[in-house]
Nanobody, 131 residues
Framework: QAPLVESGGGLVQPGESLRLSCVASGFTLGYYAVGWFRQAPGKEREAIACISSTDGSIWYADSVKGRFTVSRHNAKETAYLQMDSLKPEDTAVYYC???WGLGVTSIKSVCDMPHDDMDYWGKGTLVTVSS
C-alpha cells in the first residue's frame, strides 16, 4: 500500500465544496509536516498548503488563501484539505506529501522544498470544477 492515500476528489460545480483526505500508513504521520499540492493540466505541480507537525503553523498559497483550510488528526493518521468556493481554475490532480517535521522552523520552507526531497507522496486524487 502507498504510504499516503488521497481521497475525496470528484466533479463539482463552481462555488461548491469538497474535502480531501490523506491517510498515512507505515509511518507515524504525527512526526511529519504535511503538504498539499496540485497539478493542473499542462502546468507544473504547485504547493498550495502546508501544516506543521509541531506547533500547528500553516502556510497557504495566495491562490487558495481564504477558501481552503488544511487540518490534521494525528490519532487518525489523516490530514485534510477543506476546499470551499471552488473555481474552474482549481481543477487539478491534488496530492498530499509528508516530510519529517521535527526541527522545522518555517512551515513555508516545507512547501518551498524540492518536491523530490519530500519523504512520502500519495498518488493523487482528481478534482474537477465545471458547470
Amino acid at each position: 500500500q502507498a504510504p499516503l492515500v488521497e481521497s475525496g476528489g470528484g466533479l463539482v460545480q463552481p462555488g461548491e465544496s469538497l474535502r480531501l483526505s490523506c491517510v498515512a500508513s507505515g509511518f507515524t504521520l504525527g512526526y511529519y509536516a504535511v503538504g498539499w499540492f496540485r497539478q493542473a493540466p499542462g502546468k507544473e505541480r504547485e504547493a498550495i498548503a502546508c501544516i506543521s507537525s509541531t506547533d500547528g503553523s500553516i502556510w497557504y498559497a495566495d491562490s487558495v488563501k481564504g477558501r481552503f483550510t488544511v487540518s490534521r488528526h494525528n490519532a487518525k493518521e489523516t490530514a485534510y484539505l477543506q476546499m470551499d468556493s471552488l473555481k474552474p481554475e482549481d481543477t487539478a490532480v491534488y496530492y498530499c506529501a509528508a516530510d519529517w517535521g521535527l526541527g522545522v522552523t518555517s512551515i513555508k520552507s516545507v512547501c518551498d522544498m524540492p518536491h523530490d526531497d519530500m519523504d512520502y507522496w500519495g498518488k493523487g486524487t482528481l478534482v474537477t470544477v465545471s458547470s
